[in-house]
């Protein structure tokens, strides 16, 4: 009876333990999801990899983490940011992923985030902002 109450209690910690570790890699997707949400580039390019993909409209390249985040910030500008509409989160092999509706002053835009697991944390990979028509 120890050896089963034993067995029960090591797989219960183990299931903990992944559980935590799965919400930990959501919030940091939450997080970046509440990033561009309130048009902070700064807090967005907190959570990028070296280099990122981006695709804006009219560009598209993959730039170090300093470039990415000074693009941005110039896209959030020039776009005046006045919200976010979430509209689909998943899991990938590698990573998570979102897509959603940023809407701006000069329109909306198709966001596309992709993120990958490197070492212990989960970063930016790639991010497409496309114009809805």
Known sequence: MKKFTA??????????????????QNSEIDKVV???KSGSSSDLAKYFDDY???????QGDSYSKAQAEQIIKDFFQNNSVKDFELKH????????????TLQTANG????????????????????RFQVVE
């Open 52 to 58: 990122v993909q981006l695709t804006l409209p009219g």
């Open 89 to 100: 989160q998943g899991n990938a092999p590698s990573g998570h992923y979102c897509v959603g």
């Open 108 to 127: 909306n835009y198709r966001t596309n985030v992709f993120m990958k697991v490197k070492g212990n944390k989960e970063v930016v990979k790639e991010i």
């Open 34 to 36: 509440s990033a561009i």
């Open 7 to 24: 067995i029960l209690s090591i797989a219960f910690a183990l299931m903990l333990t992944s559980f935590t570790k799965a919400n930990a």
